[in-house]
């Protein structure tokens, strides 16, 4: 635990000595990197795969016409 507080501390001195200026230019870089189109592509793919394996973001309309919830068993 006092590792973790340690790593914040050092974090956050260490992040208000930079300033605004380089927190902005961190934030253009990850932008730039989010918006890349290999990276959408690739995160396109990743979302269809967890979509497979868990079943979020299908549309499965049942009999009242809400969707169900795929994690949450309906209570019988």
């Known amino acids: 635990m006092k590792g ?3 790593g914040a501390a050092v ?3 260490l992040g208000a000595r930079a300033g ?5 230019q961190i934030v253009r870089a990850y932008r730039s990197l989010a918006d890349h189109p290999a990276v959408q592509g690739a995160a396109g793919i ?3 795969k967890v979509g497979e394996k868990t079943g979020f973001g299908r549309h499965q ?5 809400h969707r169900r ?6 209570a019988n």
């Open 61 to 65: 309309p049942s009999s009242n016409g």
């Open 20 to 24: 605004r200026q380089r927190y902005d």
């Open 4 to 6: 973790i507080l340690l």
């Open 11 to 13: 974090g956050y001195v």
């Open 46 to 48: 990743v979302r269809a």
């Open 69 to 74: 919830d795929p994690v949450i068993p309906r």
